[in-house]
């Protein structure tokens, strides 16, 4: 039987193999030990696991970053962004979240379409902004490299007067009992005015996601009309979506 320490490892190089970098406070927090055990881990795998790996386990850890995430191959967010993309219609007017899965809708989005498209993320925004039937709407305000996102008192304002047909939101853990979260706190007051304002609510995310906790609360899950994910969900999950209406699509 693999000890705790072990078992512990084992859980670290999964998250790093499907979530890419996180920061070490949230890896900590995840695996309910301290920021310095995190670190020593990282040292131990460096030189334990598989040489690929090594470049990631290293005591200067960097967290999460948006475009690292987008350049690694994944053939599942890249599924569950297609769905989504072809749930748009003539004339929505749609809002795209911060995140790697929602990120994967951009190269599907219909070009035959007038569109509006509500983003607070460069890379959002530089996909779109040459697409001559989408409106962009960008919400500006204060820059955070590792998301590629801006936000504002002034951004959530806009988010506020707009009316949104359909909401692209994306997350970073859901669980039954804390609800849906993710990883930054800057995120929250953007999400919750997206959540307000729109008219259909759709998660992407990917099946890692659930039973996983966040530093970060944003909604529930009575908030959100469709969940996009893929064949891992559970099946409690499952018919926990059943019982609450929610619409499930498995890629």
């Not at 960008?138 to 590629?148: I, S």
């Not at 893929?230 to 018919?239: H, S, Y």
Request: charged share 25%; net charge neutral.
């Amino acid at each position: 039987m693999a000890s705790k320490k072990e078992e512990r490892q084992r859980r670290l190089v999964q998250l790093i193999k499907t979530e890419g970098k996180l920061p070490v406070r949230e890896l900590a927090n995840i695996l309910s030990v301290t920021e310095m055990t995190i670190r020593r881990d990282f040292e131990e795998l460096g030189t334990q696991y598989n040489p690929e790996l090594a470049s990631d386990l290293h005591a200067e850890y960097q967290g999460y970053d948006l475009l690292t995430a987008l350049q690694k191959s994944n053939d599942t967010k890249v599924k569950i962004g297609k769905m989504a993309a072809s749930l748009i219609r003539p004339d929505d007017i749609i809002s795209i979240d911060t995140g790697s899965t929602t990120a994967r809708m951009l190269p599907y989005l219909p070009e035959n379409y007038n569109l509006t498209v509500l983003c607070y993320n460069t890379n959002v925004l530089f996909e779109i902004r040459y697409k001559d039937r989408i409106q962009p709407l960008f919400c500006g305000g204060r820059y955070h490299r590792n998301t590629e996102m801006f936000e504002s008192p002034e951004g959530v304002q806009l988010i506020e007067r707009t009316r949104i047909n359909k909401a692209f939101l994306s997350a970073a853990g859901m669980h039954k009992k804390l609800g849906i979260t993710c990883a930054n706190d800057y995120e929250v007051l953007t999400k919750n005015a997206v959540i307000r304002s729109s008219l259909e609510r759709i998660l992407l995310v990917d099946s890692s996601k659930f039973n996983q906790v966040r530093s970060s609360y944003f909604c529930d899950l009575s908030d959100i009309h469709t969940v996009i994910t893929d064949k891992g969900i559970a099946d409690d999950w499952r018919e926990l979506m059943r019982e609450k209406g929610i619409a499930l699509t498995i890629v």
